[in-house]
C-alpha cells in the first residue's frame, strides 16, 4: 500500500489548480499579472507554481507571500505610470 504525506496532497492539489487556474482563467481573463508587465519573467502562478516544486510548505506560504505584496505593488506602480492602468485579482489584492 502506498502512503502519501499531507505535504505532497496538498503540493499536488495546489500545482493542479494553478494549471486549471491558467488553462481556464489566466488564459480568458484579459489581462496579465502586474509582476511579469513590469519587471518581465514569471507570472505570479508560474512562481508560486514553481515555489510548490522545489520548495516546503512553510517557504511556499512565505515567499508566496512577499511575491503578492511586490505583485500589489507593481500594480499600483503600472496604474500610476502610462501604462493605462491595471486591475489584476488575486495579485492586486492588499495583503
Given at each position: 500500500?502506498?502512503?502519501?504525506?499531507?505535504?505532497?496532497?496538498?503540493?499536488?492539489?495546489?500545482?493542479?489548480?494553478?494549471?486549471?487556474?491558467?488553462?481556464?482563467?489566466?488564459?480568458k481573463k484579459g489581462f496579465s499579472?502586474?509582476?511579469?508587465?513590469?519587471?518581465?519573467?514569471?507570472?505570479?502562478?508560474?512562481?508560486?507554481?514553481?515555489?510548490f516544486i522545489a520548495q516546503d510548505?512553510?517557504?511556499?506560504?512565505?515567499?508566496?507571500?512577499?511575491?503578492?505584496?511586490?505583485?500589489?505593488?507593481?500594480?499600483?506602480?503600472?496604474?500610476?505610470?502610462?501604462?493605462?492602468?491595471?486591475?489584476?485579482v488575486p495579485c492586486c489584492i492588499?495583503?
Amino acid at each position: 500500500m502506498t502512503t502519501i504525506s499531507l505535504e505532497n496532497f496538498v503540493r499536488d492539489c495546489a500545482i493542479s489548480s494553478i494549471n486549471g487556474y491558467q488553462k481556464h482563467i489566466s488564459a480568458k481573463k484579459g489581462f496579465s499579472c502586474p509582476h511579469r508587465l513590469l519587471h518581465g519573467g514569471l507570472s505570479c502562478s508560474d512562481y508560486v507554481k514553481n515555489l510548490f516544486i522545489a520548495q516546503d510548505l512553510s517557504q511556499v506560504v512565505k515567499l508566496s507571500h512577499l511575491r503578492f505584496k511586490d505583485c500589489a505593488l507593481a500594480s499600483k506602480s503600472l496604474r500610476s505610470g502610462s501604462s493605462g492602468g491595471c486591475i489584476v485579482v488575486p495579485c492586486c489584492i492588499p495583503i
